[in-house]
């Protein structure tokens, strides 16, 4: 499995963003596709996933409201759409996925088996 991460870039509070992952290979039916972020100094932080088994999503309570995940499987490509974005969002974001994952590990990052390269977003005040 590979992913590729883009999107990333700097912006001012209150902007938007959208952040793409596309993935490659080998998927399990019941795979999850996650993003977490980590800023300089912080541990990474789960921030949004989807589920293949139901599309289900699943949003940290720090940006619900603000951001939405979704999938567009015939690009194999899952977005992360950002807005009303604030300073706090700053950091690197990764996307994640995992072909066997169990729902109560779903927002722990060393659950998860693959990794992209990740993607720097910048708010400005």
């Known amino acids: 499995v590979q992913l590729q991460a883009s999107g990333g870039g700097l912006v001012q509070a209150g902007g938007s963003l959208r952040l793409s992952c596309v993935a490659s290979g080998s998927f399990s039916s019941r795979y999850v596709m996650a993003w977490f972020r980590q800023a300089p100094g912080k541990e990474r932080e789960f921030v949004a996933a989807w589920r293949r088994n139901g599309g289900y999503t699943y949003v940290a309570d720090s940006v619900k409201g603000r951001f939405t995940i979704s999938r567009d499987n015939a690009k194999n490509t899952v977005y992360l759409q950002m807005n009303g974005l604030n300073p706090d969002d700053t950091a690197v974001y990764y996307c994640?996925?995992?072909?066997?994952?169990?729902?109560?590990?779903?927002?722990?990052?060393?659950?998860?088996?693959?990794w992209g390269q990740g993607t720097q977003v910048t708010v400005s005040s």
């Open positions: 994640a996925l995992d072909n066997s994952i169990i729902l109560s590990s779903i927002r722990d990052f060393e659950q998860y088996d693959y």
